[in-house]
Every structure is written in C-alpha cells, then in structure tokens.
C-alpha cells in the first residue's frame, strides 16, 4: 500500500517540489554534515594560522619587500619578518609582529565563516567566495598599513611611527575587519532574502 501511494500522481509532485526547495537553497543531500565539516575545516584553518603567524609575519615582509621597493623612493630590504627603509643613507625598520600580522586580521572572518556555514543554509560557494575577497581585501589592507607605518617612521621618527602604527594604521585595520565582516553577514542576508521572495508557478 506505502509503495503504490508513493506512485501517485500528487506525491510525486510533492516529491517534485521537495527537490525544487533543495536547488534553490544550494544544499545537496546530506548537506548539514558537509556544512559542519565545513565549519570544522575553517576553525582548523584559524587554529593553524594562529599556530604559524611567525612564519606569515615574515611572508607579509618579503611582500611588502617586493611591492614597496618599487614605489617608494629609496631602498626597501627585508630581514625576516622585518621592513628596513634606506633613504639617502638613513636607515629605520619595523618588525610584522604577531600583532602587526593579517593572522590576526584573518582569524575572526573564518571563525565567523564557520558560524554561517553550520549554522545557516547560505550556499557555500557564496560564502567561500565572500571568504575569499575578505581575506584578500584583508590582506592589501594591511600591506598598505605596514607601508604606512614604515614611510612615517623614516620620515617622522617615533612620533610619526606612534600616529600611523596606533592611530591611522588601527583605524585601516578595522576598516579591513568591518569590510570582510560585512561581505560574510551579505552573503548570509542574500540567503534570507532568497528564502523569503515568493516562488513563481
């Protein structure tokens, strides 16, 4: 009796409409496992980025090493995770510290990627791609704060070191938090307002 019923003609169709709610979510079957795989994958993520912010202090340097040596008047060389500014034989640095790092920057958007991804329907390659901007928006945005912090300090001495390190450069900072914090909550809105725009017969 279950099967024949199961072979009518209006469960089928309710059938039908069970599989259209799940394309338009974006979630495959058995998607609440993968999602929390997910979730798991960018607290690991975080973890490993905190357990390694030595080694990306000193890739930020060798970046900036690259970038700012052509723009900058002067010579940019890097010493580890250390920025040093030769201008006409006057030389000062700054070292990426654990504190200075993206790291830092970085951990907090995963962790909130995680929280959408297990605990929202958002699809995931919305939210991979909102992650992905943020972490590269992150990541320019403090390349131009170190570029800051370093001009100044060559230029103005500890005070000037002092204003761009704790104030303009904090400010930047939280720009670049607030942006990729912005772009993941976006992405999980976008979902919501999917949910609840009317299905077209």
């Known amino acids: 009796m279950g099967a024949d019923r199961m072979s009518s003609g209006p469960n089928l169709?309710?059938?039908?409409?069970?599989?259209?709610?799940?394309?338009?979510?974006g979630i495959p079957s058995g998607?609440?496992?993968?999602?929390?795989?997910?979730?798991?994958?960018?607290?690991?993520?975080?973890?490993?980025?905190?357990?390694?912010?030595?080694?990306?202090?000193?890739?930020?340097?060798?970046?900036?090493?690259?970038?700012m040596d052509l723009v900058l008047p002067g010579k940019i060389a890097g010493i580890g995770n250390s920025l040093v500014?030769?201008?006409?034989n006057h030389a000062r640095g700054v070292r990426v510290t654990a504190e200075c790092s993206v790291a830092v920057l970085i951990v907090p958007v995963l962790l909130l990627g995680a929280?959408?991804?297990?605990?929202?329907?958002?699809?995931?390659?919305?939210?991979?791609?909102?992650?992905?901007?943020?972490?590269?928006?992150?990541?320019?945005?403090?390349?131009?704060?170190?570029a800051l912090i370093l001009t100044t300090y060559q230029f103005f001495g500890r005070s000037g070191f002092?204003?761009?390190h704790v104030l303009v450069g904090s400010f930047l900072s939280i720009i670049g938090v607030a942006f990729a914090f912005l772009l993941v909550v976006k992405?999980?809105?976008?979902?919501?307002?999917?949910?609840?725009?009317?299905?077209?017969?």
């Open 13 to 25: 169709s309710t059938d039908g409409v069970k599989v259209a709610r799940t394309s338009r979510l």
């Open 187 to 201: 992405s999980g809105r976008g979902e919501v307002r999917a949910k609840r725009r009317p299905a077209h017969a």
């Open 85 to 88: 500014y030769n201008f006409e």
């Open 115 to 146: 929280l959408v991804s297990g605990l929202t329907r958002v699809p995931l390659r919305r939210l991979f791609r909102a992650l992905l901007v943020a972490v590269a928006v992150q990541c320019l945005v403090n390349q131009i704060r170190l």
């Open 31 to 67: 998607g609440r496992w993968v999602r929390i795989t997910v979730a798991l994958a960018f607290v690991a993520a975080a973890a490993l980025i905190l357990w390694n912010v030595s080694f990306i202090g000193t890739l930020e340097a060798k970046i900036g090493v690259w970038w």
């Open 162 to 164: 002092d204003l761009s």
